[in-house]
């Protein structure tokens, strides 16, 4: 089983940006689609963003636009760049690992322990 490290959250004002970084150890990182979601206590978690194996790449409403996802396979690394945030980005940020199927992205037993994004003036 692929372990994942999240780093890279933080405080920032609203307006700044962040990269949020997964890094992965153990084999396979780069056969499986990787995930972004994000949890705040009390709410249902959110798929924030994916990228495939392929390069395929998807964006929850809420961050279209503001949010890249990306991956470095040489690097066994995926990131988040977060830009134009907001308060309601607020959450914490987690990597995962999985399956993509009919649009569809199937997180799989590779979670990191999450990382605290604040966005707060």
């Known amino acids: 089983q692929v372990q994942l490290v999240e780093s890279g959250g933080g405080l920032v004002q609203p307006g700044g940006s962040l990269r949020l970084s997964c890094a992965a150890s153990?084999?396979?990182?780069?056969?499986?689609?990787m995930g972004w979601y994000r949890q705040v206590p009390g709410k249902q978690r959110e798929l924030v963003a994916f990228?495939?194996?392929?390069?395929?790449?998807n964006y929850a409403d809420s961050v279209k636009g503001r949010f890249t996802i990306s991956r470095d396979i040489a690097k066994n690394t995926g990131y988040l760049q977060m830009n134009s945030l907001k308060p309601e980005d607020t959450a914490v940020y987690y990597c995962?690992?999985?399956?993509?199927?009919?649009?569809?992205?199937?997180?799989?037993?590779?979670w990191g322990q999450g990382t605290q994004v604040t966005v707060s003036s």
């Open positions: 995962t690992l999985g399956t993509y199927a009919s649009g569809n992205y199937n997180p799989g037993r590779s």
């Open positions: 990228v495939t194996s392929g390069g395929t790449t």
């Open positions: 153990g084999s396979g990182f780069r056969f499986y689609t």
